[in-house]
Nanobody, 127 residues
């Protein structure tokens, strides 16, 4: 059974930082591109960041470029999202996602590409 378990969410002031982690189990982690999406109240879920199977290639939504960094540890089956300079617009439930992919350097960016999702972790940024 595939499980993606997020942690690290919470309440932070604008300008602050948070680090989200996702622990994966039940899947060959190195065969999956990984990523993060988020859903704010009243809005559709949107892509945030993704990282290729190899970890060499990353992709980001324009709204988070330069502020968020995604990384992965294939030895520990984990993916992290370092979020800096947080804004109130970053308030959302953040979801970890996995995409089985034969291409080592591919980074998904469409919501329809993800095969598995975690339960989500709440991030609230106060202004």
């Amino acid at each position: 059974q595939v499980q993606l378990v997020e942690s690290g969410g919470g309440l932070v002031q604008a300008g602050g930082s948070l680090r989200l982690s996702c622990a994966a189990s039940g899947l060959p982690f190195s065969m999956y591109a990984m990523g993060w999406s988020r859903q704010a109240p009243g809005k559709e879920r949107e892509f945030v960041a993704s990282i290729s199977r190899s970890g060499v290639v990353t992709g980001y939504a324009d709204s988070v470029k330069g502020r968020f960094t995604i990384s992965r540890d294939n030895a520990k089956d984990t993916v992290t999202l370092q979020m800096n300079s947080l804004k109130s617009d970053d308030t959302a439930v953040y979801y970890c996602a996995a995409d089985w992919n034969s291409r080592s350097y591919y980074t998904p960016s469409e919501e329809s590409e993800w095969d598995y999702w975690g339960q989500g972790t709440q991030v609230t940024v106060s202004s």
